[in-house]
């Protein structure tokens, strides 16, 4: 049984007075207790502490995700040969594709110093979404605010400084003014565009990331638990109905946390690209 589906079938099993039960005949079930986000929590204790800090599984997973993209692309490309086979090309596929499609479509040939870090975040948050899937596992890590947040912000501040370094303090120009733009407007404008360029950018980029896989985990669980809650009292097939469900939202959601990824990353290539624009 899935972590999603037995996170969710415990919520399920025990009403306030622990009367409750998914397979009762007291009418429970979906009529009292629905999945509800419940089923993101691992465990109200930290695995063990390291100066004080309680290390969680969302953690220890990031650890985990990191030393496989750290791995895998070590393998692929320590000793390249000429001819790639194997894992090393896989590798300069997986490579070709984030600056071809990404980085140069963004900024041109001058983004192929950013590709690296393009490469790496886009690999880092499919693996987060992609840990959902794995057996054993079944939890999008990216389904915790606090991981999307802390990557929003480590592009905030990869794009604000490539800004400022680029073009010093006329960096703000670029952010508040935009070109074409009748001066009477600007005084409107100007506060728009920099709330926008500075603060709303890394909050939508987290929150869409956050929110898709969060949504996404919870609809496969809900059609998970219905399946198992319908034979109990509906049939099999309003059973079967919410079984089919549960497997077109799988593959769905397969493609969007590869969609996300790809979204994450295009969008911080596009962030990049007006750092290194001309100034207006």
């Not at 009403?15 to 009418?27: A, K, P, T, W």
């Not at 998970?224 to 079967?240: C, E, H, N, R, T």
């Amino acid at each position: 049984m899935s972590l999603s589906l037995a996170a969710g079938v415990g919520a399920l099993s025990t009403d306030s007075s622990g009367s409750c039960h998914l397979f009762g005949s007291n009418g429970c079930g979906f009529d009292h207790v629905a999945p509800t986000s419940s089923i993101f929590d691992f465990s109200n204790r930290p695995w063990f502490h390291i100066a004080g800090w309680g290390v969680t599984k969302p953690v220890v997973l990031a650890v985990l995700i990191t030393v496989l993209v750290v791995s895998f692309f070590w393998v692929a490309f320590n000793k390249p040969k000429m001819v790639p086979r194997g894992v090393q090309n896989i590798g300069e596929v997986a490579y070709l594709f984030v600056r071809d499609r990404m980085a140069r479509d963004s900024m041109g040939k001058q983004g192929d110093k950013y590709v690296p870090f393009l490469f790496s975040l886009f690999f880092f948050v499919w693996l987060m979404n992609v840990m959902s899937f794995v057996p054993g596992i079944q939890f999008p890590v990216s389904s915790r605010i606090a991981f999307p947040a802390a990557l929003a912000v480590m592009v905030w501040l990869t794009y604000m400084y490539a800004g400022f370094k680029r073009h010093g303090l006329g960096y703000f120009r670029v952010l508040g003014v935009p070109s074409g733009v009748p001066l009477g407007i600007l005084f409107i404008l100007t506060p728009i565009e920099l709330l926008s360029n500075i603060f709303i950018r890394p909050f939508t980029l987290a929150i869409r990331l956050f929110a898709n896989m969060f949504a996404g985990h919870l609809l496969v669980a809900t059609f998970s638990i219905g399946a198992w809650y319908m034979f109990s009292v509906k049939g099999i097939l309003f059973s079967g109905a919410s079984f089919t469900m549960a497997i077109v939202m799988t593959g769905f959601e397969l493609f969007i946390q590869a969609l996300q990824a790809y979204i994450f990353v295009m969008l911080t290539a596009s962030y990049l690209a007006g750092a290194l624009e001309e100034a207006h």
